[in-house]
């Protein structure tokens, strides 16, 4: 039975470093105290750390991630992220939530607690809108499933899919917070990527973007 990414199993899971990492770790500064909510097996933990040299804390749902994370020796808990974090306010420097804030029920307590605890957020997500997965929609009338990764619509973790429009409008009514950059993860096609450039909402793929106190 495949992995389920409603209660994921991280014990099983290849070491393999995401492409959105690189991008990410361009928004941090050296030495920014950062605190990854989401943190899966620690991956991009590790690699803030020895590449930018960040002093880092998770916190993850997932057991199994967070036992790969402390045998590790990252500093690590158990934890929803979409609830109060047992943080203060402004303790860190920088929250990331790497492509899971569609995967929390409250993804909008998720955003206010990354505001409060530190003074820039990074968050990245796949691009419902698409254009692949609007053509699937418009083609077949079904729920695309080109970025659901091999799962259905009934057995998905992906409960909050959501564009980059989508996220303006949840940022306006967090509020406290503008935009200060956005990257995105090259397709791997040059016409894509070139459409992208114009249609950002259609042709990119994996979202990242800085937001900032205001």
Not at 6 to 22: F, K, L, T
């Amino acid at each position: 039975m495949r992995n389920d990414n409603r209660n994921y199993d991280y014990s099983g899971i290849p070491v393999n470093r995401r492409p959105e990492y690189s991008k990410i770790i361009s928004l941090l500064d050296k030495g920014n105290k950062v605190l990854d909510l989401g943190c899966g097996n620690g991956l991009l933990i590790e690699a803030m750390q020895q590449e930018a040299q960040c002093r880092c804390k998770g916190m993850e749902l997932s057991e199994s991630g967070v036992e790969i994370c402390r045998q590790k020796g990252l500093e690590v808990m158990v934890g929803r992220i979409d609830e109060t974090l047992p943080y203060g306010d402004n303790e860190f420097d920088v929250a990331v939530c790497n492509v899971t804030i569609q995967m929390v029920m409250y993804p909008e307590k998720l955003l206010a607690e990354m505001k409060r605890v530190s003074r820039r957020q990074i968050i990245s997500f796949p691009n419902f809108a698409y254009f692949m997965n609007r053509l699937d929609m418009l083609v077949n009338g079904r729920m695309p499933t080109r970025m659901l990764f091999g799962y259905r619509w009934y057995n998905t973790g992906h409960i909050h899919q959501l564009s980059v429009r989508d996220f303006n409008e949840l940022l306006q009514a967090v509020g406290g917070l503008h935009m200060k950059r956005k990257l995105y993860v090259s397709a791997g096609f040059g016409l894509i990527d070139a459409l992208g450039g114009l249609f950002p909402g259609w042709f990119r793929k994996t979202i990242i973007l800085e937001t900032e106190k205001e």
